[in-house]
């Protein structure tokens, strides 16, 4: 027997019909005798559908209100995925985020979780029941209830997977594993069998959308093996055989497999990314912090940094945001930098992507960045930008050539080949 935190997406509980399956495939694996947790998103569309309504009243959001706006589709999806499994005999028991306290900190619509207080669910699973527990969501310190971001629920299964050391976090979601890039865009992309931590959070940074980046983190942080499921199966494939499917997130890759792999795991992409340059500033120490220091404060990510050589006594810096959070930082740095720095020029363009190769080979293979830096210059694909970790490299580009590049580095690293 084993505990298992299974977390479904909005498309997998799209529908009545959709969280009627989630609850014959959820029974299934309670009939072959493992506890489950239940991790259910709001139904496809029902948070764009909530954050509309509340722009409608209030055009500019307010944060704290926003989240108590937002949150309330995975409370309709808990309760109804409750009901469905009592319908086929199951005890089966629904808790907000804030019942079981999944407590936060207090950055609406983007909170972080602290700690969560996993007394009630072992409790109730020590009692048989399955128990269904809202994801997205949490509340903070002083009782607000907070929400995780776009794509939350992925957190708060990896989570509550590590909070009662779970044997498996699986994710279903409307696709059947992690490929080598979007299928959608690159009909050859291959499923992997298995990816390693290290990888998948190098793949989520760069922009792809299988597994948000925080619950990789999580999983990777904690050592809680994650295996990408496709919910669209039929539930009554029996447990053996799902259980061995889709794409499982590995630690560190073993030597045999290691031997086998990949020099490249896969080509990752993201279109919804602004740059923004801010030149002639002294260069001098405290000038990064100067600039990023207000950006962070607001909460706002940035991605991407190039600092360029220093010419009599000034420096220019541009780096990467996402392109919702573009104008607030434009607006931080006019009117809360440039008082201070009185820099020469700001400048930025909403129409970039990022688009990034990812693989352990890269540690032991060398002419990896040069293969990938001339397959896009013959095909005239200019670099603005590039960054590099031990495991991927990142390139800046115009945002027209995201599919071009992303085709033509696909084939040059030989991805499509089984």
Same mark, same amino acid.
């Given at each position: $027997?084993?505990?298992?935190?299974?977390?479904?997406?909005?498309?997998?509980?799209?529908?009545?019909?959709?969280?009627?399956?989630?609850?014959?495939?959820?029974?299934?694996?309670?009939?072959?005798?493992? %506890?489950?947790?239940v991790?259910?998103? @709001?139904?496809?569309?029902?948070?764009?559908?909530?954050?509309?309504?509340?722009?409608?009243?209030?055009?500019?959001?307010?944060?704290?209100?926003?989240?108590?706006?937002?949150?309330?589709?995975?409370q309709?999806?808990?309760?109804?995925?409750?009901?469905?499994?009592?319908?086929?005999?199951?005890?089966?028991?629904?808790?907000?985020?804030?019942?079981?306290?999944?407590?936060?900190?207090? @950055?609406?619509?983007?909170s972080?979780?602290?700690s969560?207080?996993?007394?009630?669910?072992?409790?109730?699973?020590?009692?048989g029941?399955?128990?269904?527990?809202?994801?997205?969501?949490?509340?903070?310190?002083?009782?607000?209830?907070?929400?995780?971001?776009?794509?939350?629920s992925?957190?708060? @299964?990896?989570?509550?997977?590590?909070?009662?050391?779970?044997?498996?976090?699986?994710?279903?979601? %409307?696709?059947?594993?992690?490929?080598?890039?979007?299928p959608?865009?690159?009909?050859?992309?291959?499923?992997?069998?298995?990816?390693?931590?290290?990888? $998948?959070?190098?793949?989520?940074?760069a922009?792809?959308?299988?597994?948000?980046?925080?619950?990789?983190?999580?999983?990777?942080?904690?050592?809680v093996?994650?295996?990408?499921?496709?919910?669209?199966?039929?539930?009554?494939?029996?447990v053996?055989?799902?259980?061995?499917?889709?794409?499982?997130?590995?630690f560190?890759?073993?030597?045999?497999?290691? $031997?086998e792999?990949?020099v490249?795991?896969?080509?990752a992409?993201?279109?919804?990314?602004?740059?923004?340059?801010?030149?002639?500033?002294?260069?001098?120490?405290?000038?990064?912090y100067?600039?990023?220091?207000?950006?962070?404060?607001a909460?706002? %990510?940035?991605?991407?940094?190039?600092?360029?050589?220093?010419?009599?006594?000034?420096?220019?810096?541009?780096?990467?945001?996402h392109?919702?959070?573009?104008?607030?930082?434009?607006?931080?740095?006019?009117?809360?930098?440039?008082?201070?720095?009185?820099?020469?020029?700001?400048?930025?363009?909403?129409?970039?992507?990022?688009?990034?190769?990812?693989? $352990?080979?890269?540690?032991?293979?060398?002419? /990896?960045?040069?293969?990938?830096?001339?397959?896009?210059?013959?095909?005239?694909?200019?670099?603005?930008? /590039?960054?590099?970790?031990?495991?991927?490299?990142?390139?800046? /580009?115009?945002?027209?050539?995201?599919?071009?590049?992303?085709?033509?580095?696909?084939?040059?690293?030989?991805?499509?080949?089984?």
């Open positions: $027997m084993a505990l298992i935190v299974q977390k479904f997406g909005g498309t997998s509980v799209g529908s009545v019909e959709r969280i009627k399956n989630v609850a014959r495939r959820v029974a299934k694996w309670k009939a072959a005798g493992h %506890d489950l947790v991790v259910p998103s @709001a139904m496809s569309g029902e948070t764009n559908r909530l954050i509309a309504l509340a722009k409608e009243v209030q055009p500019h959001c307010d944060p704290r209100e926003l989240d108590v706006v937002a949150s309330t589709g995975e309709v999806t808990i309760g109804l995925l409750a009901m469905a499994l009592m319908e086929l005999g199951l005890k089966a028991k629904s808790y907000t985020g804030w019942q079981v306290r999944v407590l936060t900190d207090s @950055a609406f619509t983007k972080r979780i602290i969560i207080e996993d007394e009630h669910i072992k409790s109730d699973l020590k009692a029941y399955v128990v269904v527990v809202a994801g997205f969501q949490g509340v903070d310190a002083k009782g607000n209830i907070t929400t995780l971001g776009r794509g939350g992925d957190t708060s @299964a990896v989570a509550l997977a590590t909070a009662l050391r779970a044997d498996e976090c699986q994710i279903y979601t %409307d696709v059947d594993g992690v490929y080598t890039t979007d959608r865009l690159v009909p050859e992309a291959r499923r992997l069998r298995t990816v390693t931590f290290e990888e $998948m959070l190098e793949l989520a940074g922009g792809s959308k299988v597994l948000q980046i925080r619950s990789v983190e999580f999983a990777g942080k904690y050592k093996p994650t295996r990408v499921l496709s919910s669209l199966t039929d539930p009554a494939l029996p053996a055989e799902e259980g061995q499917a889709g794409t499982l997130i590995t560190e890759e073993d030597p045999h497999m290691a $031997m792999k990949a490249i795991s896969g080509v992409f993201q279109r919804d990314e602004a740059k923004i340059t801010v030149k002639d500033v002294p260069d001098r120490p405290g000038v990064a100067a600039i990023l220091g207000p950006i962070a404060d909460h706002i %990510d940035v991605d991407v940094i190039v600092q360029n050589v220093g010419h009599d006594g000034m420096t220019d810096m541009t780096f990467t945001v392109r919702n959070d573009y104008t607030k930082a434009m607006k931080i740095l006019k009117e809360q930098v440039q008082p201070h720095l009185k820099f020469r020029e700001l400048s930025g363009d909403e129409r970039i992507a990022k688009v990034s190769i990812v693989g $352990m080979g890269m540690r032991s293979h060398a002419g /990896i960045a040069a293969q990938m830096f001339r397959t896009l210059a013959e095909e005239g694909i200019n670099i603005q930008m /590039i960054s590099t970790s031990e495991i991927k490299i990142t390139v800046v /580009i115009e945002e027209k050539y995201t599919e071009l590049a992303v085709r033509v580095l696909h084939k040059a690293f030989e991805l499509d080949q089984a």
